[in-house]
C-alpha cells in the first residue's frame, strides 16, 4: 500500500496512533509543493490533513492537492469544533472530515468506510491479535498503538508465532523454520530473540509468546479489550 500523506509534517499523536495501529503506512510534509517533492514513486494512497496548527496552511494543501492534473483522493480532513466554519464553500477540497479532539474508534472507521467507497488505497494485509498488529507489506509491528522497533528477524519470529497461535513449536523447529536450514546457530538464538521480543511487548503484553517448559515456544491467546 502506498503511503497517505499528512499534514503537518508532525501529526498530533491522536492520529499518528490511529494510523499505525491499522498498519496505515504515512509520510508528513509541512508545506504544499512537498506533496511533488516527497511523493512516493507509485502515488500517494491518499492524505490525512490536520488543521489544529496550522489551518492556512492546510486549506492551501488541500487546494492544492486537488488542482493537481491528477487530484488526490480520498482526503480527510481533521479540525477542531472552532474550525468548523472555515470549512463553508470548501466542500470540494476534502472527502470526508473529522473531529477534534479525536475519538480514535471514530477515525478509524472512517478512514475504513472512506477508503472502501472510494476503492483507493485499500487497507494493507494485517495479522491482528487484540492489541498486536503487524503490517505484513511494511514489515511492521505494534503493540496497543505504539509502533515496535524490530530487528529483521525479530518481525519474523513474531510474525510466524502469530499468524499460529496456539500452536507450540521447538527451537529446532523454529530455527528451521524462521532462520532457515542454512543456518547454524543454536536453540541459543532462539531464546535471545523471544527474550527481546518480550522486552519490546513490554511487561503487559509479554505473555503473548508463552513458553511451554521443556518443549519450546506458542503464540498466546489474549483477553486484551481496547
Not at 514489515?139 to 528477524?153: E, I, N, P, R
Not at 541459543?188 to 509468546?209: F, M, N, P, Q, S
Request: with cysteine.
Amino acid at each position: 500500500m502506498e503511503p497517505l500523506l499528512c499534514f503537518p509534517a508532525a501529526p498530533p499523536t491522536a492520529i499518528t496512533s490511529v494510523l499505525d495501529r491499522a498498519g496505515y503506512p504515512w509520510l508528513g510534509i509541512d508545506k504544499p509543493e512537498a506533496a511533488e517533492t516527497e511523493e512516493p514513486e507509485d502515488g500517494w494512497s491518499g492524505a490525512v490533513i490536520s488543521s489544529s496548527e496550522d489551518p492556512i496552511g492546510a486549506f492551501l494543501l488541500c487546494r492544492h492537492l486537488r488542482k493537481r492534473e491528477v487530484p488526490l483522493a480520498p482526503v480527510m480532513v481533521v479540525v477542531p469544533v472552532d474550525q468548523l466554519g472555515e470549512l463553508e464553500l470548501r466542500e470540494d477540497l476534502f472527502d470526508d472530515l473529522c473531529l477534534e479532539p479525536v475519538n480514535a474508534d471514530e477515525l478509524g472507521a472512517r478512514l475504513a468506510h472512506l477508503f472502501w467507497r472510494t476503492g483507493r488505497g485499500l487497507r494493507p494485509d494485517l495479522l491482528e491479535h487484540g492489541p498486536l498488529v503487524l503490517n505484513l507489506e511494511t514489515y511492521q509491528a505494534a503493540v496497543a498503538g505504539k509502533v515496535m522497533d524490530l530487528t529483521y528477524m525479530e518481525y519474523e519470529l513474531l510474525r510466524f508465532l502469530a499468524a499460529r497461535p496456539g500452536k507450540v513449536f521447538t527451537r529446532e523447529t523454529l530455527l528451521s523454520r524462521v532462520w532457515g536450514y542454512e543456518y547454524y546457530g543454536g536453540a541459543r538464538t532462539v531464546d535471545v530473540h523471544v527474550r527481546r521480543l518480550r522486552a519490546k511487548l513490554g511487561e503487559e503484553h509479554a505473555h503473548l509468546i508463552q513458553t511451554v517448559r521443556s518443549v519450546g515456544y506458542r503464540f498466546g491467546q489474549t483477553n486484551w479489550t481496547p
